[in-house]
């Protein structure tokens, strides 16, 4: 059974920084994708940061500059190094993976780490 993990998550002063992980056990193989998504109250869900084997690195513009996805060692491992918070970075951030390994459906995810920024 695969599992995806957050952590890392917290309340933060606006201009702060955080560092999310998002920890995956269960994968013989590393999956095709991996990345983070975000959620605010009320809003829709938004793709903030993934790894795709077709699409490489992509990250939401609203976060480029300021939010560095990276994988550990284990290649099941992300990272997201947050930096400059701002009160719209406030939302539930989740992993997720892809069921395949050849192929990328976000087919697994995390139950979600809090991040809120005050002003």
């Known amino acids: 059974q695969v599992q995806l993990v957050e952590s890392g998550g917290g309340s933060v002063q606006a201009g702060g920084s955080l560092r999310l992980s998002c920890e995956a056990s269960?994968?013989?193989?590393?999956?095709?994708?991996m990345g983070w998504f975000r959620q605010g109250t009320g809003l829709e869900r938004e793709a903030v940061a993934s790894f795709d084997q077709s699409r490489g690195v992509e990250y939401a513009k609203s976060v480029k500059g300021r939010l560095t996805i990276s994988q550990g060692i284990d290649k099941i491992s992300v990272y997201l190094e947050m930096t400059s918070l701002k009160p719209e970075d406030t939302a539930m951030y989740y992993c997720a993976a892809s069921r395949w390994t050849d192929r990328c459906d976000w087919g697994f995810w995390g139950q979600g780490t809090q991040v809120t920024v005050s002003s």
């Open positions: 269960g994968y013989v193989r590393r999956p095709y994708c």
